[in-house]
């Protein structure tokens, strides 16, 4: 019964609020449907489309969403009020049927007054289908949202689409009709509302003793409303208190903060009470108290929850007081604390206040449940965290996972158990656990991701349960949080963090904690222990300990596959057999986790074995792995070494910042940069000479390392080995090694994966080889020692050199001497065999190898001091390199002369690149001697001080009785108009010859005469002999002799003046500036005229031409200074091209020719056929506007050109789009090409070609 006006006011706003609340089945969206067009709705981003279609799920129009020019989300959304606390249903029809849109689904955005609350609220996303679907789901407002967002969302991963999202029909309405609430009540998690939330109970069964009353705070009096009688003595009381929130959401506001503070009030009487002017306060002086608005009641046996945000009240976490006052300023009840637990209450029963209950906000006050006794946990079951992504790549990282093995043979059900990144009980991080469900299989694995939905869509596979979902993948067991043991969520830490297991009886079983984690807390050591993405961090499962370098491995993710230790191959790839010895091949430079490698020792040399290795030696880097660590490896190693089946070494690499790094192998110790002295190469030599027993490899030698080899004399005996080719991306070093070689040093090439990856031996096909007695290691070092050493990039591939009986390594005597070229190779792949001398090829021949060693011999004369390496180049690029022989004596360097140099270039384009200017300038090199010169390693330089040295690659060759001409834009050699000197320096540092010159005139040369004399200013004749200048008196020359035949040019010597009778067979200028080309039924020549006019000249045009003979690297031309040089004799038929069928030859030098044949390989315009037994390198020159064609390896083609000479080699120059024809594809023409080998063991790798190899053409 209502006794009071205040109760029949509330009543009649109660029938109000009743009255105009929003029906249930109202659609609160404005024109739902798009009958209206667009009215109402707001598309994003800007670069969205949006169009009315009639292919509407209902009605006569949908909206087709979709974008034209950019990728990425599109999103038609509307805005709609709501009432806080309220639940809504949100539903939509969407049609989806394009492979270029991607999650399609409706979503819904709660705003507060003060702006959005969150992200982003999805239905599950549609699936691709041919009709219209429904989209639903029931969501509930957060009690401050005031408005929400409706969307119809979309992701074009295609644009534009070939077909739109179609959506129509939407509804958002109420779910059910909401229940008003009196304004003295409200939900039980309201946290901005005006009024407090009242919670019934029973009624408790007693009647607390009151608190004196205390001074109370001064406040104003309510006024204005009636004062409702004070409640009985003892019904009314301060039931709890929380001032301490740290971690929970107590208010459920979305944020755990201050705010979350909450006072809580008991009525336990038997009729409601009205608090109406009653007021909440802190201690005297503290927040302004806080007084009840009208109509504020609880019911009997209730609950009154009010938050920090609703009565402003700031409680001291240092202490403090709460006091309750009557509407006169009565004190009524209040509570004291002087300390404060986080998330802990304060709570009474009736007559005493406790601070070790549980907090029960708006539920009677309980104590915590009694002890129960701990019983005894069985043996720790030895599951393991087999693998962890930490660095997801998806959005948000949701595919993280961990991945759990059992190593054991028994199931194990996992109720209980918990995975998490908190590593001790009441932390701040996560900790989720099984249910009943889940049973680990024997040996099996379980995978639980962060987010089963980006897991999927990153692997393909859904994972067996999920931690934090951001949608639930209902089909994917969630795990439940234990906030007991850590209050946070999933989220790893890519900077560091630890992943912990824990058994149900709280004992953590494993932990795997990674980069900056606090490794002491789980009890792990480590370092660098790091996966960023996209890697995951796998444990070995059959290796055990605490320190995880000794057990991890950074690799490709597996889900559901852990990492096990490989078995050793059924069969291991052959030694081939060269004579006395084994060809045995492994790598001897590889890194692990001890330094910066990707898996543990044990890991690498199993792996390394199962891949086919006869050896592998471990180098860590020795600034990098623990005295701990260098002592296991040499425990591991020795396990793993089984002499006859593989040999397992230890070695270390000294890493020096500036100097370079070389492996070390035979020691105890170690030498490290962290060292007295240890940045220096030269200290390092001084530890390797207290230890006569070491050996060591100079690794990728950069520019300038090792003190740019210069010889330390004391250990030449211990540097055994040099890397000529490193790394899978297969980085050269044939320059260095040569350089090493020339300074005395003894070392035989290898090459090494120097392997970063869990994937040694695997991971390319680099190898070192060494030809042993035997397959042990006492074997292996006898071979470093005598230096019979290989490099290979092909696994398959063995190579070797002997004289007599002195094989590879040793010394043979100077004069004639008989060489045996040893090669093998299972694969049978097509080869070049090659003699190198002087740093370049000075015999070639062609063969494919086998499983049986092939061998070829050749006698040569061996120069004192010399050294003679083999060299195997295979139709792919790959090459191999033997060891050296070295020749008895003193080296003297070859007098190849410095003949002739142009310093100052004006008028005349001497190289021919269409300007003149500075690098025009020119030094003219003469081989006098009667064989060919290899420059490679020789340098090019002016005199001390100026230009930096041009350094001739390896394979530069000067022909006997040969010019070279070195421009300055290939050398860089910038020579001084007024005075300098143009020198020629050896391998050695020995300046071989020079021109020095006091003053240069332009276009003027300094050239030796035929007996050595030095003479300024005589004209310049550059790939020709020098000549003086004419002199008045000279009588006048006879006409030049006309030759008979094309041909005889061959025989003319260089500067003879000649004329010659021709048919055009090149249009000027395709080829070059002022080129074109002649021939006749014999052969053919090139015509360089910079200076005249040729355009009256055309493709068969018969012609007589007048002027000098002299060369361009190594090719004829005839040079033609002024219009009377030529003369037009008739026109004619172009001449046709004459079909080659062999490698080309010197007799072919100018002509048109034809060839068919099978492409090889290429290289920007470059490329080669296998036309017969012969290889044909094909070059299109920019000047004709034509460009190499699309190629693939095995393709059969006609090349139409004009055969020309580049230094040692030939080519064949296309000048028209007709000269390049494709006559089939690889599919059509495999049976078709013997030379080129079709087995997939091998794949073509372009050379790496440098930038002097483009103007050598090597």
């Given at each position: ?971 860089g050699v910038s020579l001084n108009d007024a005075g300098d000197t143009a020198r020629l320096i050896a391998p050695t540092g020995a300046v071989v010859s020079e021109i020095p010159y ?261």
């Amino acid at each position: 019964m209502l006794r009071s006006p205040r109760w029949l006011l509330f009543v009649i706003v109660w029938l109000l609020l009743a009255a105009t609340a929003p029906h249930p089945t109202t659609n609160l969206l404005t024109n739902p449907d798009f009958e209206d067009g667009l009215t109402g709705w707001a598309i994003h981003p800007s670069t969205a489309t949006v169009a009315l279609t009639t292919e509407a799920w209902s009605g006569n129009q949908a909206v087709a969403l979709s974008k034209t020019t950019a990728t990425g989300y599109v999103r038609l959304s509307q805005r709609v009020p709501v009432t806080g606390g309220a639940t809504y249903t949100m539903a939509g029809w969407v049609r989806w049927r394009s492979p270029h849109l991607s999650n399609a689904k409706l979503q819904v955005r709660w705003y507060s007054a003060s702006g959005a609350l969150g992200g982003y609220l999805d239905t599950p996303a549609a699936a691709r289908a041919d009709t219209y679907q429904r989209l639903e789901t029931t969501l509930t407002a957060p009690l401050d949202a005031v408005e929400a967002e409706i969307a119809c969302y979309t992701y074009v991963n295609q644009a534009p689409p070939d077909e739109p999202l179609l959506c129509d029909a939407f509804t958002f309405t109420l779910a059910d009709t909401p229940t008003p609430t009196p304004p003295p009540t409200a939900s039980p998690t309201a946290t901005m509302l005006p009024t407090p939330t009242s919670t019934s109970s029973p009624a408790p069964t007693s009647t607390p003793t009151p608190t004196a009353p205390p001074t109370p705070t001064a406040s104003a009096t309510p006024t204005g409303t009636p004062t409702p009688p004070l409640p009985a003595f003892g019904t009314l009381v301060l039931n709890e208190i929380l001032p301490a929130p740290s971690a929970v959401d107590w208010d459920g506001d979305g944020v755990a903060n201050a705010q979350d503070e909450w006072i809580e009030l008991a009525n336990f009487g038997a009729t409601p009470l009205d608090l109406t002017g009653w007021q909440l306060d802190d201690a005297e002086g503290g927040s302004a108290p806080y007084t009840f608005p009208p109509g504020s009641l609880i019911p009997p046996g209730g609950f009154l929850l009010l938050f920090r945000t609703q009565t402003g009240l700031a409680l001291n976490n240092d202490g403090d007081s709460v006091r309750l006052f009557t509407p006169d300023g009565t004190a009524w009840d209040s509570f004291t604390f002087s300390a404060t637990t986080p998330d802990a209450s304060f709570s009474r029963d009736r007559t005493t206040w406790h601070d070790d209950w549980p907090p029960s906000p708006g539920a009677p006050n309980t104590p915590p449940p009694p002890p129960t006794p701990t019983p005894t946990p069985p043996a720790v079951v030895p599951l393991l965290i087999s693998e962890v992504v930490y660095d997801g790549t998806q959005s948000g990282d949701g595919d993280e996972f961990v991945e759990l093995y059992n190593p054991t043979d028994t199931a194990i059900p996992l109720a209980g158990w918990g995975i998490g990144d908190e590593e001790t009980r009441g932390g701040s991080e996560s900790l989720y656990r099984f249910d009943g469900d889940f049973t680990l299989a024997p040996h099996g694995t379980l995978v639980i991701a962060r987010d089963a939905a980006a897991f999927h869509a990153r692997f393909g596979v859904w994972p067996d349960a999920e931690m934090n979902p951001v949608s639930d993948t209902v089909h994917v067991p969630t795990l439940s949080r234990d906030t007991t043991w850590g209050r946070g969520h999933w989220a790893l830490s890519n900077s560091g963090d630890e992943v912990v297991l824990v058994d149900p009886f709280g004992r953590v079983v494993d932990a795997l904690p990674f980069r900056n984690a606090d490794y002491a807390a789980v009890g792990r050591t480590g370092h660098d222990i790091s996966a960023p993405a996209p890697r995951a961090l796998h444990r070995v499962v059959e290796l055990q300990g605490t320190h995880l370098n000794d057990i991890l491995a950074y690799d490709a993710p597996s889900p559901g596959e852990p990492r096990h230790i490989p078995p050793p191959p059924a069969s291991m790839p052959p030694a081939y057999a060269f004579g006395p010895f084994r060809a045995y091949r492994g790598v001897l430079h590889a890194h692990t986790t001890y330094s910066d490698g990707s898996g543990p020792p044990t890991l690498a040399f199993a792996t390394g074995r199962a891949n086919g290795l006869h050896f592998l030696a471990i180098s860590d880097h020795s600034h990098w792995f623990t005295p701990e660590e260098w002592a296991r490896l040499g425990t591991v190693a020795d396990a793993a070494n089984q002499p006859g089946a593989f040999v397992a070494l230890r070695a270390f690499e000294w890493t020096s910042r500036e100097h370079g790094h070389i492996n070390v192998w035979r020691t105890d110790d170690f030498f490290s940069r962290e060292m007295p002295g240890g940045e220096s190469v030269q200290a390092l030599y001084d530890w390797l000479a207290a230890r006569p027993k070491a050996l060591a490899e100079f690794n990728h030698p950069f520019e300038g390392h090792f003190d740019d080899f210069v010889l330390r004399e004391e250990v030449r005996g211990q540097l055994v080995l040099q890397e000529i080719a490193n790394s899978a991306a297969v980085l050269r070093f044939a320059e260095a090694y040569w350089r090493a070689l020339w300074r005395g040093w003894r070392v035989a090439p290898v090459a090494n994966l120097d392997t970063e990856s869990a994937n040694w031996g695997r991971d390319g096909d680099l190898r070192a080889g060494l030809l042993a007695t035997d397959l042990t290691r006492e074997a292996l070092f006898e071979a470093m020692l005598a230096r019979r050493a290989f490099s290979t990039e092909d696994a398959s591939l063995a190579l070797a050199l002997r004289s007599g009986e002195t094989w590879m390594g040793g010394d043979i005597p100077p004069g004639e001497t008989t060489l045996t070229f040893y090669v093998a190779d299972e694969e049978g792949e097509p080869l070049t065999l090659e003699l190198w001398r002087e740093g370049a090829p000075v015999w070639r021949v062609g063969l494919t190898p086998s499983a049986t060693p092939t061998t070829r011999t050749l006698t040569i004369e061996a120069a004192p001091g010399e050294v003679l390496l083999a060299r195997a180049v295979q139709a792919d690029g790959q090459e191999a390199w033997s060891a050296p022989l070295w020749v008895q004596g003193v080296w003297s360097p070859p007098g190849v002369l410095v003949n002739e140099v142009l310093p100052a270039p004006r008028q005349t384009d001497w190289n021919e690149d269409g300007v003149s200017d500075g690098d025009d300038e020119w030094i003219e090199l003469y081989n006098p001697l009667d064989r060919a010169v290899g420059l490679g390693g020789w340098q090019l330089d002016d005199e001390e001080g100026g230009s930096r040295p041009y350094t001739f690659p390896l394979g530069t060759v000067i022909a006997p009785h040969s010019y070279l001409v070195l421009f300055k834009k290939t050398t860089g050699v910038s020579l001084n108009d007024a005075g300098d000197t143009a020198r020629l320096i050896a391998p050695t540092g020995a300046v071989v010859s020079e021109i020095p010159y006091a003053h240069a005139a332009n276009d003027g040369s300094i050239a030796r005469d035929d007996k050595g004399r030095l003479h300024t200013n005589w004209p310049p004749s550059p790939g020709a002999h020098n000549r003086a200048p004419e002199t008045p008196t000279t009588p006048a020359s006879p006409p030049p002799p006309l030759l008979s035949t094309l041909a005889d040019v061959r025989h003319m010597p260089l500067g003879t003046r000649l004329s010659v009778e021709g048919v055009v067979s090149v249009p000027p200028h395709l080829l070059g500036h002022g080129i074109f080309y002649v021939q006749d039924a014999e052969a053919g020549l090139k015509i360089y005229a910079p200076a005249l006019d040729l355009s009256a000249l055309h493709p068969g045009d018969r012609v007589r031409l007048t002027g000098v003979l002299r060369t361009f690297h190594n090719e004829r031309e005839l040079r033609l200074e002024s219009a009377a040089d030529i003369v037009r004799l008739d026109t004619g038929e172009a001449p046709t091209p004459l079909f080659v069928q062999t490698a080309l030859h010197p007799a072919h030098e100018g002509r048109l020719v034809q060839v068919d044949g099978a492409v090889l390989r290429w290289y920007y315009n470059r490329w080669w056929l296998a036309v017969s037994d012969a290889e044909v390198e094909i070059y299109v020159r920019q000047s004709t506007g034509l460009r190499r064609p699309w190629l693939e390896r095995g393709m059969h083609q006609r090349i139409v050109g004009i055969a020309a000479t580049w230094d040692d080699g030939m080519r064949i120059l296309p000048f028209d789009a007709t000269h390049i024809t494709t006559l089939s594809s690889t599919s059509a023409s495999n049976a078709a090409r013997p030379t080129v080998r079709t087995a997939p063991r091998y794949r073509p790798r372009t050379p790496r070609i440098r930038f002097w190899q483009r103007y050598f053409a090597l």
